[in-house]
C-alpha cells in the first residue's frame, strides 16, 4: 500500500513549523515513492491535478501530476529552458508553459548543468550568486570594476536541456557518465515517466490534447473523463449521470492497467481522506479571515501541491490539522508568518508567475499588501458524500464553472476574508481562467466596493512577465485602497 | 456558370445583405458559432442558421473590454460584431464551448448581450461515441431545441427534424462532391473560388444553397478534368478565408486538392443517419467525427489524425500541405507536432503560416507560398 512505504525525507533547508513541514514531506513522499515504486517495476501514472484521485487511490497505484511538477520546474527557474525545450519540439510558445514544460520532460528533455566538453566542468554563470561578504557582514566591492563581487561558493553553472534519449544511446564512457551527473536531480527533474496517463478536462480544454500526446509519445493508455463546461450554477442531473459513467469506465479501465480488482474498502477510505484533507484546508484557508492573518496567503499557493498530489492521502490531511492547529496557536498569541506588519488584505486572482514569485512578493511587502484570499481556497476544498456527490464536487473546478459561480467563489472569500482590493493575473498560460476576468474585476467592483487592478503575465513561462509593469500596477492597486481607506474613515 | 459562381461570391464577401435579406423576409435568423452546433434544428425550426467566425474587415475594439489580447481573432471579432451591431438581426446565438476561449467567451457573450437576445449554451461531450456520451448529446441538443422553440413559439416535431436531416445530409454530400471538382477542374475552381462556394454555405438556407451547388457541380462535372501544370497541395488548419492569402495561392498557382479545415471539410464530412430517431442521429453524426484538433482521440496513443490527413494528402494527389495556423488556437497547436511527425513519415512537405484575421502585412507569409511552391 502507498501509504506504508516510508521514504526518508532530505531535511529542509529553513526552519519551518511542524505543520508545514509535516505538509512539505508529504509532497516530497509522493515523488519519492513514485521513484521507488518505477525502480520495482512497479507502473506510475501521470494525473491531472483535478482527476477524481480516489480511483486510482482504490488501486494503490502510484499517481504524479505534471501540473504540480511542472510549477516546480518553473519556481526552480527552469520553466523557461523547458518550454524552448517543447518549442523546439513544434509545441508554439502560445500553449500553456505548464504543458510545454510537461511535453519536453515527457519527450525525454531534461534541465542540465552546462558542461564545457574540453574540460568536463561545469560551465559558471557570471551572473549568478549573491554578494560576498566580508567578517562584519559588509558587502565585499570589487575594487576593479567597483560592483560587489560574487560569493564563489553562491555562484551556479549555466542551465540547459540535454536529453535522456541522446543519452542513453551515448556508449558507456566518461561522456555519458559527465552527462547523467549534470542533470539537475531536485525532485520534478526525476519524476518517473509514466505507464499511463488520467486526464480530467474540468481543469481545461487544453488537458484533452496535452494528455493525448503523452499517450502518443510513450504508447501508453489514457483514461479520460470528461467534464463539460458549465452555464449555470447548478449542475444538471444529465451532466452527473454522464460523468458517473465516465467514473465506471475509468474503475474497468483501471482494473484492466493495474491486473487488480477495484478495492470499494480502499475506494471508502479515499474518500473520506479526500474529505478530511478538503476540510483542513479549508479550515486553514479560513484563518486568512482573521485581522490582521497569522499568515501569507502566498503560504497556501505552497500548500496547494498537498491539495494537488495528496488529498487522497491520510498524511495530507494529518498535516493540514496540523498546520490549523498551529495557525490557531498563531492567532492566540497575535504572531503571523507574514515577514512584515499588514496594512492592506488584498485577494490574488489567479495561479502566481512561480518562475518570479521573488518579484511578486517584493512590492506587497514593501506597500505592506498581504495577500488574504485565492480562489483556490473554495475551488479545491469540496467535500461530498457519495458518489454523486464526488461527481459534482469534481464538476466544480475553476474553469469549469459559469461566471456567476466564479464571481460567487470569489466575492464570498473576498467578503470573509475582508480584503481591500483585487490584483488580478492575466495569465497567458490558462485562457479559460484569464477568460472572463475582466467582467469579473467589474463586478468585485461594483459588487465589494474594492478597487481592482489588473497584470500581464504567466505561470510558467518568465518571458511573459513584465516587474516593471506588475510594480506600477500594485502602486496603482495601493493608492487607490488607500483612497479608499480615507474615505471609510473619514466618514467614521 | 460564371452566374452561380459570382452568386456565391457575392454572398461569401456580404453577410450583412445576407442577414437583411432573410430578415426581411420576416425570417428569424439564429447565430452560430463555431464548432459542431447542432444547425439542422435551428433549420427545423424554421429560422435561418448564420454562421459567425469573427470576420476579416472589423478591428477588435469593444471585444476588448471583454478579454486580453491573447486569444484567437475568431472569437474576440465575433464578440466584436455581437457588440457593435453588426448582428442585431440575430434572434439569438448559439455558444458552443469545445476549446478553451469558447468557455469563458460564452460567458461573455452571454453577459454582454444581456436582454438583447437569447444565448444558447451547448457544451459538447468529448467520449461521445459511447452510450452515456450519445445520451448526453441528446440531453444537450434538446436543451438547444428547448430554447429554439422558445424563440419561435412553435414545436419542432421530429419529422421537421428529420427532413432538416435529409436537407443538410443533402448539403454536405454536395459540398464533398464540390471539393473533389474543384480539385479536378481547378484551373476554373481556383482557390478564392472554391473558398466563396464553401463560405456562402454559412450564410444560406441550406436547401437553397444545395439547390445552386448542386447545379454548379453538375455543370462542373460536364467539363474536361483540366490538365494542371501548377502545384496542388492540401490546406488544413481553422479557416483561411482571407483574399489576399487566398490570391497569394493563385498567383503562385497554387490548386487545393482538398483539405482538413474547420471551416471547410471538416464541417462536412459526416453526415447523420437518416433512419434512427433524429435527435439520436444528431447525436451519432457528431459522435462519428473523429481525426479533428478539437475532439478527443479514443484511440489516444496512436496518431490517428496525423496520419488521416496525410493519407487525404496521398489520396488526393496532392504534392504538399499547407497549414494555416490561427494564432493563439492551442488546440491547433497542440497537435502540430504530430501532423508533422506523419506528414515527414509519409515524405510529404509541408509549410506552417500564422495568421490571423486582423492581419495587415502579409509578406512574410506571401513569401513562404511563394518559396513553397517553388519548392515543389
Ligand atoms: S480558432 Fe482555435 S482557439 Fe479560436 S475558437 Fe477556434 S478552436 Fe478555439
Not at chain 1, 93 to 117: E, F, H, M, T, V
Not at chain 2, 185 to 211: G, N, Q, W
Request: glycine content about 6%.
Amino acid at each position: 500500500m502507498s501509504e506504508e512505504v516510508k521514504v526518508p525525507v532530505k531535511a529542509a533547508k529553513t526552519e519551518v513549523s511542524p505543520g508545514v513541514q509535516a505538509l512539505r514531506d508529504v509532497v516530497e513522499n509522493v515523488y519519492a515513492e513514485a521513484r521507488e515504486a518505477k525502480k520495482r517495476g512497479e507502473l506510475v501514472g501521470w494525473s491531472s491535478s483535478k482527476f477524481p484521485c480516489e480511483l486510482a487511490e482504490a488501486f494503490g497505484l502510484h499517481v504524479v501530476y505534471p501540473e504540480n511538477q511542472a510549477a516546480g520546474i518553473a519556481a526552480n527557474r527552469d520553466g523557461e529552458v523547458m518550454c524552448q525545450a517543447a518549442e523546439d519540439l513544434g509545441y508554439d510558445n502560445d500553449i500553456c508553459g505548464y504543458a510545454r514544460i510537461s511535453l519536453a520532460y515527457a519527450a525525454g528533455k531534461r534541465a542540465a548543468k552546462k558542461l564545457d566538453s574540453a574540460t568536463g566542468q561545469y560551465v559558471i554563470d557570471p551572473n549568478s550568486g549573491k554578494p560576498l561578504k566580508d567578517d562584519s557582514g559588509k558587502i565585499v566591492i570589487d575594487t576593479v570594476t567597483g560592483k560587489p563581487k560574487k560569493d564563489p561558493k553562491t555562484m551556479k553553472p549555466f542551465t540547459v536541456v540535454d536529453d535522456l534519449n541522446e543519452i542513453a544511446k551515448l556508449p558507456e564512457g566518461e561522456e555519458k557518465e559527465r552527462r547523467t551527473a549534470a542533470l539537475k536531480s531536485y525532485r520534478q527533474m526525476v519524476m518517473p515517466q509514466p505507464d499511463f496517463v488520467l486526464c480530467c478536462n474540468n481543469i481545461c480544454n487544453c488537458m484533452t490534447k496535452w494528455y493525448e500526446n503523452i499517450a502518443r509519445m510513450h504508447n501508453i493508455p489514457l483514461i479520460m473523463i470528461d467534464i463539460p463546461y458549465n452555464n449555470t450554477v447548478e449542475v444538471e442531473n444529465a451532466n452527473i449521470e454522464y460523468i458517473r459513467c465516465q467514473f465506471e469506465d475509468a474503475i474497468k479501465k483501471l482494473e484492466e492497467i493495474s491486473g487488480r480488482k477495484f478495492d470499494e474498502e480502499r475506494f471508502e477510505k479515499a474518500c473520506a481522506n479526500a474529505n478530511r484533507t478538503a476540510k483542513a484546508w479549508l479550515k486553514v484557508c479560513d484563518f486568512l479571515q482573521y485581522k490582521p492573518a497569522p499568515m501569507s496567503g502566498f503560504d497556501l499557493f505552497n500548500h496547494m501541491a498537498d491539495v494537488v498530489t495528496a488529498r487522497g492521502k491520510v498524511q495530507a490531511a494529518d498535516a493540514f490539522e496540523l498546520l490549523a492547529t498551529e495557525l490557531e496557536e498563531k492567532v492566540k498569541t497575535g504572531g503571523s508568518t507574514l515577514p512584515f506588519p499588514e496594512k492592506y488584505r488584498i485577494m490574488f486572482e489567479g495561479i502566481p508567475c512561480w518562475p518570479k514569485l521573488p518579484d511578486l512578493f517584493k512590492p506587497l511587502k514593501e506597500n505592506g499588501v498581504n495577500v488574504t484570499a485565492v480562489v483556490y481556497a473554495p475551488a479545491f476544498g469540496f467535500v461530498y458524500n457519495g458518489l454523486d456527490e464526488m461527481v459534482r464536487a469534481y464538476c466544480k473546478a475553476p474553469n469549469s464553472v459559469c461566471i456567476e459561480q466564479g464571481v460567487a467563489w470569489r466575492e464570498g472569500i473576498c467578503r470573509d476574508n475582508k480584503v481591500d482590493g483585487v490584483l488580478v493575473h492575466y495569465n497567458r498560460s490558462c485562457k479559460p481562467w484569464s477568460g472572463y476576468m475582466a467582467e469579473m474585476q467589474r463586478r468585485f467592483t461594483k459588487d465589494l466596493g474594492v478597487p481592482c487592478a489588473g497584470f500581464d503575465g504567466d505561470q510558467a513561462d518568465p518571458r511573459n512577465f513584465n516587474a516593471a509593469q506588475y510594480e506600477t500596477r500594485v502602486q496603482g492597486l495601493v493608492e487607490a485602497m488607500e483612497v479608499n481607506k480615507k474615505v471609510r474613515e473619514g466618514g467614521k | 456558370m460564371e452566374t452561380i459562381i459570382n452568386e456565391f461570391k457575392e454572398i461569401a464577401a456580404n453577410p450583412k445583405k445576407q442577414l437583411a435579406m432573410y430578415k426581411k423576409q420576416g425570417k428569424k435568423i439564429i447565430g452560430v458559432l463555431p464548432y459542431y452546433a447542432p444547425e439542422e434544428l435551428v433549420f427545423a425550426a424554421g429560422m435561418v442558421p448564420f454562421g459567425v467566425w469573427g470576420s476579416n474587415n472589423k478591428n477588435i475594439s469593444r471585444a476588448k473590454e471583454y478579454c486580453a489580447t491573447f486569444y484567437c481573432t475568431i472569437a474576440q471579432l465575433s464578440l466584436e460584431m455581437l457588440l457593435d451591431g453588426s448582428l442585431d438581426d440575430l434572434s439569438g446565438i448559439i455558444t458552443p464551448t469545445i476549446c478553451d476561449t469558447l468557455r469563458p467567451m460564452s460567458q461573455n457573450i452571454r453577459v454582454a448581450m444581456g436582454d438583447k437576445m437569447p444565448v444558447i449554451f451547448l457544451a459538447h461531450p468529448q467520449n461521445r461515441a459511447t452510450s452515456y456520451g450519445l445520451k448526453f448529446s441528446v440531453n444537450q441538443y434538446t436543451n438547444v431545441k428547448k430554447e429554439l422553440e422558445k424563440i419561435t413559439g412553435k414545436e419542432i416535431t421530429d419529422a421537421d427534424i428529420l427532413e432538416s436531416i435529409k436537407i443538410y445530409n443533402a448539403s454536405r454530400k454536395a459540398r464533398r462532391e464540390f471539393v473533389k471538382l474543384a480539385s479536378e477542374h481547378c484551373d476554373v475552381i481556383k482557390p478564392t473560388v472554391r473558398s466563396a462556394v464553401l463560405k456562402a454555405a454559412f450564410f444560406m438556407l441550406k436547401d437553397e444553397y444545395t439547390a445552386k451547388l448542386e447545379e454548379l457541380n453538375q455543370k462542373l462535372a460536364a467539363l474536361p478534368i483540366c490538365k494542371w501544370h501548377g502545384k496542388k497541395i492540401v490546406t488544413s488548419g481553422i479557416i483561411y478565408d482571407n483574399p489576399v492569402l487566398l490570391a497569394a495561392l493563385e498567383d503562385n498557382d497554387i490548386a487545393i486538392a482538398a483539405d482538413d479545415v474547420a471551416y471547410e471539410s471538416r464541417a462536412f464530412r459526416i453526415d447523420a443517419p437518416e433512419d434512427i430517431d433524429p435527435m439520436m442521429a444528431l447525436a451519432k453524426q457528431f459522435a462519428n467525427i473523429d481525426c479533428d484538433v478539437l475532439l478527443y482521440d479514443a484511440e489516444s496513443a496512436k496518431n490517428n489524425r496525423g496520419e488521416f490527413v496525410a493519407k487525404m494528402v496521398k489520396d488526393s494527389g496532392a504534392k504538399g500541405l499547407i497549414l494555416f495556423m490561427q494564432q493563439f488556437c492551442d488546440p491547433e497547436e497542440m497537435e502540430y507536432p504530430y501532423l508533422k511527425k506523419a506528414l515527414e513519415a509519409a515524405h510529404i512537405p509541408h509549410i506552417k503560416i500564422g495568421i490571423d484575421q486582423q492581419m495587415h502585412d502579409f509578406g512574410q507569409a506571401k513569401t513562404a507560398i511563394q518559396a513553397f511552391a517553388e519548392s515543389l
